[in-house]
């Protein structure tokens, strides 16, 4: 074989290979002109694997099913992306990595997407899934890195848009609007 063409299919080979382990997942990130406020409240929270697209639940702390989430396709909380999946309106992922939006120092997330719950509720003609189905498919009782909360009912309105958010989390100042959970 040709010593130039082996060198030259190596370095070809060498350059498709970086180009396409360096290749990222794209995230859609939340518009950053989005407002948020403290009334009634709102979650600023980091998971420890991507949970975007899941459903949690409210696990008592001596391990028992609170809450479950109730979801028809009546209900004026849900988005669908362009690839036809299903995600909470109030759910924003930031630049950052963080995620604005419900949660619960109490949640278990499981691997339910919004969308398979979503099917399973029209197809059984019910707005939530039986405990035990939902107790099988919990995969972390213990999903937040960070866990920050905002809010009351009784005070003055403070209201941040997610670049802002995005800007407290940089600056390391999010504890300076946000009391930490965890």
Known sequence: MNPKFLKLSTVVLLLIFIGTSCQKDEFEYADESIIISNHPGVFVYKTSFDYLDKVWIQVTPDGNLNRILSLTTDDN????????????????????GYIVGDAHEWAAYTDISFTEYLDYNEKNNVNSWPMELIELRIVDKNPYEEL?????????????????????????TLEEHFTRIK
């Open 77 to 96: 909380n849900l988005v669908i992306d362009k690839e036809g999946n299903i995600t909470p309106k109030y759910r924003h992922l930031l630049k950052s």
């Open 148 to 172: 920050y909360w905002m809010g009351c009912l009784n005070c003055s309105i403070k209201e941040f848009t997610l670049g802002q958010i995005n800007e407290m989390i940089e600056k390391g």
